[in-house]
């Protein structure tokens, strides 16, 4: 993930996290055009908002999302969009595997929204689209529904993004996703911090944890944002598109599934959270699939130092071994004097405040009475979910 530690990639303006949630405008500028896929990207980029836009409004939207269907196969039918997507350079094909994905999943929601039998939907989805989808999983090794990792780390959503809504509900959509890669954009530099801290003899332990630190209060900065400016109503419309697949017992793309906020919450402080919440961990390697690939099995080579199939459950999940501590940087701060460890007992706050404030959020966004939920299994409660990296007491 991290191969090249520096501090000097650079940081989002500070007004940026200011604009998000403005509600200045209902309308997006695409300043500067992605469209790998041609055609396809074309379609997701300008034309599916409208085509969602006249389904909803329709008297029969079980008409409308096969006639979707139909063109949308018909469309990819039309070229040979499979040599295009696997000669397509790195960056490219994340873009098009994005648009692919965002058309799949908007035959499944729509089709769920028309009440279309499985079958119905799958016709709907139709083969040609997930051919497609198929190949892009295949050469990018994930999971076959549209990710976090598409939704927010590949979306171009700066520049020109890809959403499901029209109008004010799309600028509302846009920056709720603009907002998540800010706040990876944080996490990926505290991350950088901490991994100098943790494998550079002669790192600037002081240095590394002011810039951890204050990347991490920056993050929780933009999530105040969330909660405070996101219009409940805006979001509304558009996180049902982004639940679980209605078809098919498959998560949605969540906040849940950042790999960089399992990477500092292992950094700052992996082995109490072993101690006192398990269960995270185990969540973690049970979802792995839901993760952003390369970034989740870098986090699972830290937490089985040695062994070739890191992305098994590890021997001390199962209570076979101890929790490997050099994952961490708890060695690196044992060695220091006390000004270091309050540094650090700083940025175990600041992360601390992060998780408490997402967690507010959440509840406020999803949970209120009235409000349907979505994206967790039956199985786990969404209190459970959200409190699972809360640590209780002190620690340095
Ligand atoms: C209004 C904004 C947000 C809402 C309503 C929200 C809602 C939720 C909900 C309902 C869950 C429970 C599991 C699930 O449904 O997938 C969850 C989990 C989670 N979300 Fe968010 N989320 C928001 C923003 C964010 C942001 C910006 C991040 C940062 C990347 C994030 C990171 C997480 C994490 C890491 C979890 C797992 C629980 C934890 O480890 O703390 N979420 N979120």
Redesign the pocket.
């Known amino acids: 993930m991290v191969a090249h530690l520096s501090f000097s990639t650079p940081k989002p303006p500070p007004n940026r996290a200011q604009q998000i949630f403005s509600h200045l405008t209902d309308r997006i500028d695409r300043e500067q055009r992605k469209r790998p896929l041609g055609l396809v990207s074309n379609f997701v980029a300008d034309q599916l908002p409208h085509r969602i836009a006249e389904i909803k409004d329709s008297k029969r939207p079980d008409e409308g999302v096969k006639a979707l269907g139909r063109s949308i196969n018909a469309m990819i039918a039309s070229a040979d969009y499979e040599v295009q997507l696997l000669n397509l350079p790195q960056p490219d094909f994340a873009i098009a595997k994005t648009d692919i994905h965002y058309l799949v999943n908007c035959a499944y929601q729509m089709s769920a929204f028309a009440g279309l039998h499985p079958v119905e939907a799958e016709l709907t989805v139709g083969e040609e689209l997930s051919r497609l989808a198929r190949l892009s999983c295949h050469r990018q090794p994930s999971i076959e529904v549209l990710s976090y990792e598409d939704m927010i780390l590949t979306n171009p959503v700066q520049s020109d993004p890809r959403v499901y809504c029209l109008g004010a509900a799309g600028v509302e959509e846009r920056d ?1 996703c603009l ?2 890669q800010l ?2 954009s944080e ?1 990926q530099l505290a991350i950088e911090a901490l991994l100098e801290l943790r494998d550079t003899a002669e790192a600037d332990a002081g240095h590394c944890l002011a810039v951890c630190l204050e990347c991490l209060e920056s993050a929780k900065f ?2 105040t944002r ?2 405070e400016h ?1 219009s409940p109503d805006l ?1 509304g419309q558009f996180r049902v598109f982004y639940g679980k697949n209605p078809y098919k017992n498959r ?1 949605g793309p ?3 599934f ?1 790999a960089r ?1 399992v990477a500092v919450s292992v950094l700052l402080v992996g082995d109490d959270l072993f101690q006192q919440k398990p269960q ?1 961990y185990r969540d973690v390697y049970r979802l792995s699939e839901y993760y952003p690939h390369e970034c989740i099995n870098e986090v699972f080579r830290w937490l089985s130092p040695g062994n070739a199939s890191a992305e098994l459950t590890p021997a001390w999940l199962k209570g076979k071994a101890d929790f490997p501590r050099s994952a961490t940087i708890s060695p690196v701060i044992k060695r220091h004097g006390n000004e270091i460890a309050k540094l650090c007992a700083s940025c175990v706050y600041a992360l601390d405040q992060f ?1 408490r404030m ?2 507010i ?2 509840l ?4 209120e009475p009235g409000r349907p ?4 299994e039956a199985s786990e409660s ?1 209190e459970a ?2 409190s ?2 809360l640590l209780t007491g002190a620690r340095f």
């Open positions: 709720f907002g998540h706040i990876e996490l933009i999530l969330f909660y996101m979001f998560l969540s906040g849940r950042s906020i995270f998780t997402h967690r959020t959440a406020k966004y999803t949970v939920i979505v994206g967790v969404v979910v959200l699972q990296r």
